[in-house]
């Protein structure tokens, strides 16, 4: 399935499915973890053609930009001091971007 971009919507699947796979010791030994995920990923998404290669390739990405956002976001919470939540975060999605080069997308998996 080459060059088939993600939605969000399978993005928040894998992060769920990747949670639930991990939340549950048993399966991790039956099947393995990445075929548990895909298992569940698979279950509750209609994108029935990624490989477990695809979810796991997809999944270090989330994971990478999540961390690089948990980051920004500390630092501005940080220096902001008692701000609102609202203005911390807005002021982080702008901070990434100028330091990333582009806009955070997994906003939504970040807060999972």
Known sequence: ??????????D????????????????RRQCGLWRRVMQDFTAHT????????????RFRVIRLDCLRFEHIHNEVEY?????????TL????????HQVGRD???????GF
Request: hydrophobic fraction near 40%.
């Open 90 to 97: 807005q002021v982080a999605l702008i901070n990434y971007r």
């Open 46 to 57: 209609v994108a029935h053609n990624r490989t477990v290669d695809a979810l796991s390739s």
């Open 104 to 110: 955070f997308k997994h906003v939504s998996e970040w």
């Open 1 to 10: 399935m080459a060059n088939n971009p993600w939605t969000s919507e399978e």
């Open 12 to 27: 928040l699947a894998l992060c769920e499915s990747f949670v639930e796979a991990v939340c549950t010791p048993q399966s």
């Open 79 to 87: 220096l902001g001091g008692d701000i609102d939540e609202n203005v």
